[in-house]
Antibody, heavy 112, light 107 residues
Framework: QVQLQESGPGLVKPSETLSLTCAVSGDSFGGYFWSWIRQPAGKELEWIGRIYVSGSTNYNPSLRSRVTMSLDTSKNQFSLKLNSVTAADTAVYYC??????WGQGMLVTVSS | AIQMTQSPSSLSASVGDRVTITCRATQGIRNDLGWFQQKPGKAPKLLIYAASTLQSGVPSRFSGSGSGTDFTLTISSLQPEDFATYYCLQDYNYPFSFGQGTKLEIK
């Protein structure tokens, strides 16, 4: 059974970097795309970007200048970094193996 | 960027009703569309992919149709557990984009 679990700081200060990791169990990375999605409270879902096992990435242009995704196949995990955060980046962040498997989501609050 | 517009934004219905939610893309996306169900505090759950293919384990009362720019999600007979918010997603072109959601409430 494939399972994904987000982890990282739940509170980030403005202008700092949000860093999240998604641990994958029950499967390897091969052959799939892995995405990050976020959802501000009470709002719609926003696709942040995706990464393939080769390491190739595609990012949402609205965030491209601030986003970096990477993966570590030896640890079966992939990561998201979003720099220069503001309050507008406060959201629940989800990782997903497109599109049938999702993590439970992690609330990240940007506040001083 | 492709924008996805869902209608209605909210819908009240009763158990046993047949309901249809639509999603329209601002340009053609072939059949590269998925439908998701989300309940409060939970991650979205994939119901339909490739516009009309039922995800494994999803009840057959859910169905999807459409191609190009216009798509529909139909629930043939609403069950109590179906009251949730539904989203469409296009993964035809970058950036991928979700609809704004349709909240399905009990009448």
């Amino acid at each position: 059974q494939v399972q994904l679990q987000e982890s990282g700081p739940g509170l980030v200060k403005p202008s700092e970097t949000l860093s999240l990791t998604c641990a994958v169990s029950g499967d390897s990375f091969g052959g799939y795309f892995w995405s990050w999605i976020r959802q501000p409270a009470g709002k719609e879902l926003e696709w942040i970007g995706r990464i393939y096992v080769s390491g190739s990435t595609n990012y949402n242009p609205s965030l491209r200048s601030r986003v970096t995704m990477s993966l570590d196949t030896s640890k079966n995990q992939f990561s998201l970094k979003l720099n220069s955060v503001t309050a507008a980046d406060t959201a629940v962040y989800y990782c997903a193996r497109e599109w049938g498997y999702w993590g439970q989501g992690m609330l990240v609050t940007v506040s001083s | 960027a492709i924008q996805m517009t869902q209608s209605p934004s909210s819908l009240s219905a009763s158990v046993g009703d047949r309901v249809t939610i639509t999603c329209r893309a601002t340009q053609g996306i072939r059949n590269d569309l998925g439908w998701f169900q989300q309940k409060p505090g939970k991650a979205p759950k994939l119901l339909i992919y490739a516009a009309s293919t039922l995800q494994s384990g999803v009840p057959s009362r859910f169905s999807g149709s459409g191609s190009g720019t216009d798509f529909t999600l139909t629930i043939s007979s609403l069950q109590p557990e179906d009251f949730a918010t539904y989203y469409c997603l296009q993964d035809y072109n970058y950036p991928f984009s979700f609809g704004q959601g349709t909240k399905l409430e009990i009448k």
